[in-house]
């Protein structure tokens, strides 16, 4: 069985989101065996619109943390739900 992987979209460069992805999301998702793929935490040399891209494209699932309105969370978020899952 392959193991499920979760695209988080958020804001980047604020402690509250950071402090909730760090001791909640991943904690949470690890405990249920589930990847987790935040950009801003992902070692790449690639243009970063392509590898959000990328990912999207791969996960299973995505969790949104649309606080602080961020227009690109809401693009991903609209992507995602685009992709059909």
């Known amino acids: 069985m392959n193991q499920i992987s979760c695209f988080i979209a958020s804001a980047f460069g604020y402690p509250d989101i950071d402090a909730i992805y760090d001791n909640a999301i991943t904690n949470v998702l690890s405990d249920l065996n589930i990847n987790t793929h935040r950009v801003d935490r992902e070692i790449h040399n690639d ?39």
């Open 47 to 85: 243009d970063i619109d392509d590898k959000i891209i990328e990912l999207m494209n791969t996960c299973d699932i995505c969790i949104a943390d649309l606080s602080y309105a961020r227009p690109s969370v809401y693009y991903e978020a609209g992507y995602f739900t685009g992709l059909g899952y």
